[in-house]
């Protein structure tokens, strides 16, 4: 008879995917939730105000009493870290989803992280990329590309200059974040750190050219509406999801962890179904099972195998 052999620790895996799929669902909701701000009463220079004001504020006694960690990191390695996931990155994000659809945005920017953090990690930080691995990142890539042909075609849409503009800094953006991961792994800094460190950085370098290009453009938005998206993007998506992120990383590996971000388009299919009543096509259905089976084997699922014995 032959023994069942379970690859990895189960339990610790499942604390990190835990992490990772509540990271992912924060991130498919952003999607949404900024697609409709950069649309309606903010533009691309307020959403990034807005993620970084609260939170740079709220994070300031944590950077106070920790410092900057450039032991750690050396300048080179903050300035990485802060623009990777910080103001740079949102305003290429926030920018993307101005110019494209939802769907081209999740697909390239939560959904191609993971093929540029196993690269880079691979490349600049030598970390192993199994066979499992490999392939899952190959499941997640063919999941991406069909969610965007999709995108290009049952939505009804052509490719524009503008439209490919926005896929293009949607790509940069997953890049920028893909760095994020490696130089937060390879100074094995704790989540909230990370978070201070990008939250402060961002609000004290970013704040001056707000205020230089903008004024107080914030002031004429309505209360409730600036309340709503400011606890949304500086509390739930800043530091929340980079938090529960850089769990994910720590306990999974920066391949690992960033692996998550490929459910994003996925899951925002899935919310589609209740909330506006769409229903993924087949196409997407097989793009879905793709990228969730690619998230598995990519951020180290525990494998079943068999034991000869």
């Avoid at 533009?43 to 106070?64: H, K, T």
């Avoid at 450039?70 to 103001?87: I, K, S, T, Y």
């Avoid at 707000?210 to 004429?220: E, F, I, P, S, V």
């Avoid at 099972?289 to 180290?300: D, E, P």
Wanted: hydrophobic share 60%; glycine share 10%.
């Amino acid at each position: 008879m032959g023994e069942l052999r379970v690859r990895g620790t189960s339990a610790r895996y499942l604390q990190g995917a835990a992490c990772g799929l509540a990271t992912a669902s924060i991130w498919a909701s952003w999607s949404a939730v900024t697609r409709f701000a950069v649309t309606t009463s903010f533009d691309p220079w307020d959403v990034v105000l807005l993620r970084f004001g609260l939170a740079g504020v709220l994070l300031f006694p944590v950077l106070a009493r920790r410092g900057l960690a450039r032991n750690r990191l050396g300048w080179f390695g903050l300035a990485a870290l802060v623009a990777g996931a910080g103001a740079p990155y949102a305003f290429a994000a926030a920018a993307a989803l101005r110019l494209a659809p939802v769907a081209d945005l999740s697909a390239l920017n939560p959904g191609c992280i993971p093929l540029f953090v196993a690269t880079i990690a691979f490349a600049v930080a030598g970390e192993r990329i199994s066979t499992a691995q490999k392939a899952g990142l190959a499941l997640m890539l063919v999941g991406a590309v069909l969610l965007v042909v999709w995108s290009a075609t049952g939505l009804g849409e052509s490719w524009s200059a503008w439209r490919a503009l926005g896929a293009a800094l949607a790509a940069l953006a997953a890049f920028m974040w893909a760095v994020f991961t490696v130089v937060m792994r390879r100074a094995e800094l704790d989540p909230l750190h990370a978070a201070a460190l990008v939250s402060v950085g961002s609000l004290v370098s970013y704040l001056p050219l707000y205020l230089t290009w903008r004024g107080a453009a914030l002031a004429q938005v309505p209360p409730a509406e600036l309340a709503t998206q400011a606890l949304f993007q500086g509390v739930l998506v800043t530091i929340v999801s980079l938090l529960l992120y850089g769990r994910a990383v720590a306990i999974l590996g920066a391949s690992g962890g960033g692996a998550f971000g490929a459910l994003v388009p996925a899951l925002a299919a899935l919310i589609a179904i209740p909330l506006l009543g769409e229903w993924p096509g087949a196409t997407e259905w097989l793009a879905i099972v793709l990228i969730c089976a690619g998230v598995y084997l990519a951020s180290g699922g525990p494998l079943a195998l068999r034991k000869m014995g």
